[in-house]
């Protein structure tokens, strides 16, 4: 997001908190009192104090900078208070007279009551003098408003544009009040008003048409397009006008061209009522504007009331259900049945998903009948041995997609997910199996009816008017077009009647996979069974392979080089096509005319050359062949377009031509050449093909520079489809032989058709790898190969476990772990240690977009054993005698060499192979996919989800979230929010609708894990009936294990039926030389022994220390107190200071404590720590067990220092641990004592201990990381 984004969504956020707060404060109040009104505007105006400093802080520091945003926030309240005052009944009549629009409104009311009024009262009859004297008075009223926004520092047109245009909107509405209110009102004219212009100057022209009309009448098309032309012009002139007004975008015109439109339309039909013959003009001028869909406000009575109607309709249908009048005497109610307790129970309220259900519940009927595979689409949430609790039953299902999904048949994509197949559910099908009707395949059509025929039986009983008019409103369409339908107006909001229920636990993210807002995709029916069901080679099977393994290939790692137009300069055919424009000698300055006139006849020369060319190459060298067809078809393409434009008395410029070709042009040739058949002989799948390619292409591109830069790239796809699907129109016309139609361009608008390759690793598939590697590695005849394939097995741990991708495990450099502990001792042992990286980008990788720089945790989410194998190697890293650089030394590089990529691609798929089956479609990826469901498991899913679906214990899922989240954020994990933004950060996303539409494939489950545990209640006796039982209370369908059996019988569990076993892994040698010096002599000495021979090579010791080194001494020793900053001279401090504080921490002995992520605090809070460092760099002094800070006090007894202790102190609160308490003493300072020193230090609240010299090294790391507090 661009900075103008954050501020613009951080001033929505707290104007609706605001206003919440307001709402809060007039809660059952209907009449306006004074103190109440004194409270709002209390309120008002300290969220305006808030919002000016916020801006302040974001170097907004003028009044001219922050106007926009002020302006935004009373334009966003405005809105906010008017929905509330026509929404609510008896509303408190909000008034905030520090609004500037508040103002206004109240200044224009005024003059309008008082003033216009009272004109025309006195001069009635006389429409002159009346005319005249309101044209004065609302001149006066314009530049009293000018006056006042000038005042409050408005002073610039621009500013001023937005509240002049409100101005004008309250008098046109009371204008319109006024005259609705009598039919003897006098009609008032206002020629002043942009409104009042544009709707002359509309009368104009339509007296214009009727000039034409009256000319030219016999001939109707000539009449037609003379109509349209004129419209044109006068569009035309419009926006011209509009912009010289300061309305600079199309959302500040959309009103006033809007208006003209009707102003238009007015005038017609006028015209029509007034001629006795009038003309059929055709015009009918509609401007289509692309307004984004208003912004949805969950906090909103109106949404808020949308959901309570829907829980109520809830609660109505299952007292409806539980009762013992429950009758479904057709298939058709029993249907509509099925499918309401699906979207008010399972949250599924799109239509598409209704109708793919549906025909999977009769396709598992038919393969029961035929005990083929019965019931396989069923399966339980949890694992079998879960006995006392409730184990919903899970429905998988595909449906079709247009552009998404994870499998394709018959050149149609489909995305599979799962439901939850409710009690309610079970029993209408059960019902309907009993009414012995042959079930038909269903359709939008005959799911909507079915839905229908229910409401419309139980009206009396539910308020569900509005929804049965809307059905019947859908139900008016054709076929086709119930087909293009997906969310259900009816059912809009359903799943806020989830979100508000008090037994769930249901958040927003998941409410927007159930209403298949958010896209994502559940394993298909063959993956979910090679993942989760056991479906692997046994271990005796695994036995009798041999375990071939590949011949080595390793590489020296090489500084990445990224051109701009890398695929292009990969042709081995040069583009005559990009020849250069030349300029002719002596005439540097040419006119536009003369220029383009050059450029077209260089064309001409290129397409001749090209034709001449294309007929003297051989027949077999298709590939040229083929760049050069394509470049003759583009300047065909380029020269027709040239040649339409004139017939058409229009002028197409040259630089419209140069933007449609780069468009699409350097794609297409691209995506040519890689063609391997003649380009003439393309049929209709080739050219699908191509198209998708190229615009998918340009999209991935447009996505990945959204992230890096700011620039506008989201209509680059959109914009080359356009140009595309034109080219392709001609090149049919003008090879209709060659080129075929094709259904790319079948839909007005370009969606990237994007296919999920969903493979998942369950923790039981990662076992069987683990071993086949150990194995392997045990097999191994050379110690290279065994030390390698070692490093192997490690890369595939840290992918499987922090969702690394390839390129970013083997670029991974020393600079890059953040590991105090490893780094300043010889062996730690068992110890634990904090382990992170942080991914950025370095010589030999670029990370794919700027949200993948990111610092992952690895004692958060690696296993005891996995992260004892990863210490031991980094260690051995660490301890190696390198004379590179830590940020140019790769981790997994042994003696200059690292497995190349080609070779863990290939090795991968071995593995796999034996571990599975051939053709399995699992490659290193596949770990990224694993672990991004499974952390996200881990992190919100129940303790039976962690237990089912991955491989930590509850107590390692529990820890690993109070590790992340923090104490807090544990005693509203239910329902807390931010856990899928740090989700989305840890996997290097800017969204998580990009993470889920990529990588989660078991959000569905995660859903139905918070909205299943509610009751099903049915009466007695509809069990009895329908299943002959003999019950006598009502039962809770969701907790009767009779029930369940009928459906549970035999289905499998989606994830782990049983405990896993984790397989340890083993300990590993790499052959170390061991170094009889402490390795924090290896890190500071790196350059030790060069330096004797080179000096100079000293200076390429890392920042970091440099910075550590002057920072040791300056909080250690008296004398240096006061020392400066210096790069130059950090190297040859002594670095026993060093030593010495590192020594203090381990003499603790105390567990290690870790402080907070900075990474994963606001922008703000950010901010506040850096300032706390900020201070303890410059002014704190260590002595014994506490930090000091001189305060110093001028002869008034004012502070004389440039910082403030409280700011030091809430800073540092929010880097220290949860479990560590900040203390101080002497603050505020006793200007009666001698001492003026303030003395901090941090307790450890469990033992009650003094642990500052244990966390004075770990805060000294942390500040020597941030480059600004050493500018």
Not at 102 to 114: L, R, T, Y
Not at 889 to 910: A, C, P
């Amino acid at each position: 997001m661009t900075k103008h984004d954050v501020i613009a969504t951080y001033i929505c956020e707290q104007v609706e908190l605001t206003f919440q707060q307001m709402l809060q404060s007039i809660a059952g109040r209907k009449r306006s009192t004074t103190d109440i009104d004194k409270g709002l505007e209390k309120i008002w105006l300290d969220f305006q104090s808030a919002l000016k400093k916020f801006l302040k802080n974001h170097k907004l520091s003028t009044a001219t900078l922050r106007a926009p945003y002020l302006q935004q926030s009373e334009a966003y309240f405005f809105q906010l208070k008017e929905d509330y005052l026509s929404e609510t009944q008896e509303a408190y009549p909000i008034k905030i007279m520090s609004l500037i629009y508040e103002n206004i409104k109240q200044q224009v009311e005024a003059d309008f009551n008082n003033k216009m009024s009272e004109v025309i009262k006195k001069n009635q009859g006389n429409t002159l003098e009346i005319d005249s004297e309101i044209e004065k008075i609302w001149v006066d009223c314009q530049e009293e408003i000018k006056a006042f926004l000038k005042e409050r520092k408005i002073a610039t047109v621009a500013l001023r544009a937005p509240y002049l245009q409100w101005a004008e909107d309250c008098l046109i509405k009371r204008k319109e009040a006024y005259e609705s209110a009598s039919e003897d009102a006098y009609l008032i004219k206002i020629p002043s008003t942009i409104y009042h212009q544009i709707a002359q100057q509309v009368a104009f022209t339509f007296q214009q048409m009727k000039e034409a009309i009256a000319v030219q009448k016999d001939s109707q098309q000539e009449v037609d397009d003379q109509i349209a032309r004129i419209w044109a012009n006068f569009a035309k002139g419009l926006e011209t006008f509009l912009r010289n007004k300061d309305f600079t975008t199309r959302a500040k015109r959309k009103p006033y061209i809007k208006h003209s439109e009707a102003s238009f339309l007015a005038c017609l039909e006028q015209y029509q009522n007034e001629e006795h013959q009038p003309y059929p003009i055709k015009l009918r001028p509609t401007t289509l504007f692309s307004d984004p869909p208003p912004r949805q406000i969950l906090s909103t009575e109106a949404r808020l009331r949308l959901g309570q109607q829907h829980f109520h309709i809830a609660r109505g249908l299952k007292a409806y259900w539980r009762s013992e009048t429950l009758q479904m005497p057709t298939a058709q109610q029993c249907l509509g049945h099925l499918y309401l307790s699906l979207i008010y129970c399972s949250g599924c309220s799109d239509l598409t998903q209704l109708v793919a259900i549906g025909n999977r519940l009769l396709e598992e009927e038919k393969e029961k009948e035929k005990m083929c595979h019965p019931l396989s689409g069923y399966s339980t949430l949890y694992r079998s041995d879960y006995k006392k609790i409730t184990n919903p039953l899970v429905l998988s299902y595909c449906m079709p997609h247009r552009y998404y999904g994870n499998e394709i048949k018959d050149k149609k994509i489909y995305q599979w997910r799962h439901v939850w197949f409710n009690p309610y559910a079970q029993l209408f099908l059960h019902i309907l199996k009993q009414q012995a009707e042959d079930l038909k395949p269903q359709h939008p059509r005959k799911v909507l009816e079915a839905i229908l025929s229910v409401f419309e039986n139980l009206k009396k009983q539910l308020k569900v008017s509005e929804q049965i008019a809307a059905l019947k409103k859908i139900l008016r369409s054709e076929d086709q077009d119930l087909i293009e339908i997906t969310a259900l107006k009816p059912f809009q909001h359903v799943n806020l009647a989830l979100e508000i229920h008090p037994d769930l636990s249901l958040d927003m993210c998941l409410s927007e996979v159930l209403q298949n807002h958010l896209k994502t995709v559940s394993l298909t029916a063959e993956d979910q069974g090679v993942a989760w069901f056991n479906t692997l080679k046994s271990t005796n099977d695994l036995v009798k392979v041999e375990y071939g393994i590949l011949p080595l290939e390793t590489e020296t790692a090489k500084p990445v080089v990224i051109t701009a137009h890398q695929q292009l300069n990969e042709l081995p055919f040069e583009l005559d096509f990009f020849e250069q424009e030349r300029a002719p000698a002596g005439k540097n300055k040419q006119s536009q005319r003369q220029r383009h006139q050059q450029q077209f006849k260089q064309w001409r020369n290129i397409q001749t050359r090209l034709s001449v060319k294309k007929a003297a190459l051989a027949g077999d060298n298709y590939k040229e062949c083929n760049l050069i067809e394509a470049q003759l078809r583009l300047l065909s393409w380029i020269f027709y377009l040239r040649k339409e434009e004139k017939e058409n008395g229009k002028k197409l410029k040259l630089s419209s031509i140069k933007r449609y070709l780069s468009s699409f042009a350097k794609d297409y040739f691209f995506h040519i050449y890689m063609y391997d058949n003649d380009l003439e002989q393309m049929n209709v799948e080739h050219y699908e093909q191509l198209y998708a390619s190229i615009l998918n292409g340009i999209d991935e591109r447009a996505e990945t520079q959204r992230e890096y830069t700011d620039t506008r790239t989201q209509g680059r796809a959109q914009y080359a489809f356009g140009r595309l699907k034109d080219f392709h129109a001609f090149c049919q016309k003008e090879y209709p032989e060659n080129v075929p139609a094709v259904s790319s361009f079948d839909h007005s608008d370009f969606q990237r058709i994007q296919f999920c390759q969903a493979k998942l690793i369950s923790p039981q598939l990662f076992i069987q790898l683990k071993k086949t590697v150990i194995q392997k590695i045990e097999a191994c005849s050379t110690q290279k190969e065994k030390v390698h394939l070692q490093l192997l097995l490690l890369m595939y741990i840290l992918a499987y476990r922090l969702g690394c991708r390839l390129n970013e495990i083997r670029g991974l450099t020393l600079g890059e772990i953040i590991c105090p502990q490893l780094l300043w001792k010889d062996d730690p042992g068992n110890q634990t240690v904090a382990i992170r990286i942080t991914l950025k980008n370095n010589v030999y990788r670029r990370l794919k977009s700027q949200n993948a720089q990111r610092q992952l945790d690895l004692n958060a989410v690696l296993l005891d054993d996995e992260l004892q194998a990863v210490k031991s190697y980094l260690l051995h890293c660490f301890q190696q005698p390198n004379n590179k650089k830590a940020n140019e030394q790769l981790v997994f590089e042994i003696g200059g060499e690292i497995l190349s990529e080609l070779y863990i691609s290939k090795m991968t798929r071995l593995l796999f192979d034996e571990v599975i089956k051939p053709d399995h479609g699992y490659t290193f990826h596949s770990f990224r996919h694993s672990a991004a469901t499974h952390l996200a498991i881990a992190w919100l899913g129940s303790k039976e989800m962690v237990m089912t679906y991955t491989d930590y214990s509850w107590q390692q899922a529990k820890s690993m979230r109070k590790h992340l989240f923090g104490e807090q954020a544990i005693r509203h994990e239910a329902v807390i929010q931010h856990k899928w933004r740090l989700l989305a950060d840890w996997m290097g996303h800017s969204s998580i609708e990009q993470t889920a539409s990529h990588y989660l494939h078991t959000l569905d489950l995660l859903a139905i894990d918070r909205i299943y545990n509610t009751p099903c209640v049915v009466h007695p006796a509809v069990l009895n009936r329908h299943y002959d039982r003999e019950e006598t209370e009502a039962v809770d369908l969701n907790r009767d294990s009779q029930h369940r059996k009928c459906f549970e019988r035999e289905q499998p569990v989606l994830g782990i039926d049983q405990k896993v076993q984790p397989y340890l892994m083993p300990k590993m040698q790499f052959e170390l030389k061991p170094l009889s010096y402490k390795v924090i002599y290896t890190y500071l000495n790196t350059y030790q022994d060069a330096e004797i021979q080179a000096p100079h090579i000293v200076d390429n010791l890392d920042i970091w220390v440099k910075r550590a080194l002057w920072l040791a001494v300056k909080w250690q020793v008296p004398s240096f107190s006061k020392l400066g900053w210096n790069l130059d001279n950090a190297a040859s401090i002594e670095k026993k200071y060093l030593s010495d504080l590192y020594d203090k921490q381990i003499k603790t002995k105390l567990k290690p404590k870790s402080l907070q992520l900075f990474i994963a605090l606001k922008d703000l809070l950010k901010e506040k720590v850096l300032s706390a460092l900020a201070v303890l760099i410059q002014h704190g002094k260590l002595r014994r067990n506490q930090f000091c800070f001189q305060c110093r006090f001028d002869a008034q007894q004012k502070p004389k220092m440039d910082w403030e202790m409280q700011d030091f102190i809430e800073g540092m609160q929010l880097l220290l641990p949860e479990d560590v308490q900040l203390q101080y003493d002497n603050y505020p300072v006793d200007l009666t004592q001698k001492s003026r020193e303030i003395h901090v230090y941090f307790i450890d609240q469990q033992s009650n201990k003094n642990i500052t010299l244990s966390l004075a090294f770990d805060l000294l790391l942390e500040a020597v990381q941030h480059p600004s507090l050493w500018e």
